[in-house]
């Protein structure tokens, strides 16, 4: 139950002290966000565990706070009885004792609370010009064909940078653009370091970026004529000034920011252990698949050439041959039986001639005769004919598809190491060709390949 309920009627909840600090902390901690706090350092104590104890006080308060080791390592400058700074932290309570406390996550000298305005009101300002909306935002590369970083030669930043590429992708070539990133001069100079690596082109990708520092270190990031040579930048910018928890102008500008140098490295450069088992990967599938589909090829192929001997010309001529044989045949019995029947008729009818002795009537038959037989014979050659010409279409067929009368026409067939060649891709430089021409074969050796 939470101090602020009521308890239920007739009940009395009774907390104990712990309880009641850590009840109070909570509140504490999630009734104020961190808060920026100016005063004066007094009763400043520095154990051996690393942590800053000390007082903050004005001319009219005082309250305890609390440095831990981790952030007072990043101080930038000496930190001492009487100095007049500028706190961000959080407003919390230590329980052994219930005394309300300040943890201080950041310490700047007084004369940085000027800048931390000003950096809040160009802040303002730019915000409202457009120069942090997404939708300038661009996306960076995958793959970087080369990196232009931006910053001191000489510091921290670059073999920082360095390094982490070393590491993981020591491919990527990298161009440093050099410039001051501290002082009076350094905003110019990022200036025009960033209009001579868009001006070279040779970079696809820019990494601004310098070491930690104190505010008025950072500053030269902070300037205006700096955040607008960020945004016309037509190459995908990342800013990476200063540690974490250091925020610059730049940062809000850029494409992309990143916490630190180092991590800058690591948001640019692709893993290259990671690649290489990706790319195994890749080589141990596209050869399963480079088997499979041979195999179904080579059963393709086997498959067609059983076609082809089936549907050779040979074949195709061996078949009409033995059916005009056959026709033949046939033919030749027809005309036999018809002149078997014809006689049987003549004999009959002479049979009868001779019983009735009817002259004319011999002349006649013996008429219709010859004229059966003249009709018969004609029928005969005109079949003969039609199968003659029919057998003559088919041969002609046969020669419009045979390969032969194809190679005959000018084309040819190209093979390498016993494949046929369909597409240029198919071979290299250096491979023996083997082209089949209409007679004779002619082989050539492979000059340059063109797709």
């Known amino acids: 139950m939470n101090a602020t309920e009521n308890p239920p009627s007739g009940e009395r909840e009774v907390y104990s002290v712990a309880r009641l600090n850590r009840e109070v902390r909570r509140l504490l901690e ?3 966000a961190r808060i920026w706090v100016e005063g004066e350092i007094s009763n400043l104590a520095r154990p051996p565990s ?14 305890s706070c609390a440095l831990f080791r981790n952030r007072a390592l990043r101080l930038g400058f000496p930190l001492d009885n009487g100095a007049q700074v500028l706190a961000q932290a959080q407003v919390s309570l230590y329980e052994p004792r219930g005394n309300y406390q300040l943890i201080v996550d950041r310490l700047e000298p007084v004369g940085d609370g000027a800048l931390r305005r000003a950096f809040e009101a160009l802040k303002q300002q730019l ?34 940078v360095l390094t982490v590429l070393k590491r993981r992708f020591p491919a990527l070539p990298v161009i440093v653009y050099p410039t001051l990133v501290q002082g009076a001069g350094a905003p110019a100079g990022i200036v025009a370091a960033l209009e001579r690596a868009q001006r070279h082109g040779q970079c696809d990708v820019l990494l601004l970026t310098r070491g930690g520092g104190s505010l008025d270190d950072l500053w030269p990031f902070n300037e205006a004529s700096v955040a607008r040579a960020v945004h016309a930048c037509q190459v995908p910018l990342v800013s990476a000034v200063g540690h974490e928890i250091d925020f610059v102008i730049s940062d809000f ?64 001529l061996q078949q009409q041959s033995q059916r005009l044989d056959e026709l033949r045949q046939r033919l030749l019995r027809a005309w036999r039986h018809a002149q078997v029947r014809r006689r049987s ?30 009709r018969l014979g004609y029928c005969i050659n005109i079949q003969l004919s039609a199968r003659r010409e029919q057998l003559a279409g088919l041969s002609r067929a046969l020669d419009g598809i045979s390969p032969l009368a194809t190679l005959r026409r000018g084309y040819s067939i190209t093979r390498v190491d016993g494949r ?10 250096g491979d023996k060709l083997e082209t089949r021409l209409a007679q004779g074969r002619v082989i050539s050796e492979v000059c340059e390949v063109k797709g």
């Not at 690393?50 to 309250?63: M, W």
Request: contains cysteine; positive net charge.
């Open 253 to 316: 500008v850029a494409d992309a920011r990143a916490a630190t140098p180092s991590a800058a490295a690591e948001l640019l450069s692709p893993d290259s252990e990671q690649l290489e088992r990706r790319f195994a990967q890749i080589r141990v599938t596209l050869g399963a698949h480079l088997r499979r589909t041979l195999r179904q090829r080579r059963e393709r192929l086997h498959w067609l050439l059983g076609r082809a001997r089936l549907c050779s010309p040979t074949r195709r």
């Open 420 to 429: 046929i060649v369909r597409r240029a891709t198919e071979t290299r430089v």
């Open 127 to 160: 915000q409202a010009e457009g120069l942090f909306a997404p939708e300038h935002k661009r996306p960076l590369p995958a793959w970087p064909r080369c990196l232009g970083v931006i910053t001191a030669p000489g510091g921290a930043a670059i073999r920082d």
């Open 30 to 32: 999630s009734g104020f």
């Open 50 to 63: 690393g942590h800053l104890y000390f007082t903050l006080k004005d001319a009219s308060a005082q309250i």
């Open 345 to 374: 008729r003549l004999q009959a009818a002479a049979a009868r001639w001779r019983q009735q002795h009817p002259g004319a009537r011999v002349q006649a038959l013996a008429a219709a005769t010859t004229e059966l037989a003249q």
